[in-house]
């Protein structure tokens, strides 16, 4: 009915972040994009030798401050280019989430792999006869968005989206259904 529709609230961006190969925050990364710059290279992560294309777009010279986030040891590095984008996000946007909105404060996290360092890094361990249960957690799709909800307090509604190249545009048209239909009244 057009009474529904009326009902129906208006929904902003009000903050970005970002940590991409082009460098870590919004300004590097949209630098990087209208100089044209390659943010593509020899991948430094891993021995890319005999794959077809050793090229990629990793986060390059890329630190984390644990202690910044209240935590004793870093995250996987998904984890970690989530909650540094986050950050960013938070004060671009000049938001806090206060204590007594916390339920009212929702996020979604898209991913294709979850934290692949930590993969790897149980595959290494496995591979030697040692594998270990802490590198399967950090691995598991939902680990990041376990850890943004805890360290930013968020205790609203919550989801992991993983569907391919699209996983970024759902993540968006799920928050945006979130705020318009009043489930959250912020969405990272």
Known sequence: SSESVMS???????????????????????????????????????????LRNENGGQVWDWSFDASAFGLTSPPDDATQFLLAATREALEDATLEVPASESSRSGAILSTNFGGSVSW???????????????????FSFDTALDHLCRLFGLRGPMSVLSVACASGAAALDTAFDYLRYGRAEVVL
Do not use: H, M
């Open 8 to 50: 129906l609230r208006r929904v902003v961006v009000t903050g970005l972040g970002a940590v991409t190969p082009f460098g870590t925050g919004v300004e590097a990364f949209w630098q990087g994009l209208i100089a044209n710059r390659r943010a593509l290279g020899r991948i430094t992560k891993f021995d890319p030798t005999g």
């Open 120 to 138: 790897d890094a149980y595959l290494e361990s496995w591979l030697a006869g040692e594998a270990s249960a802490v590198c399967v957690e950090e």
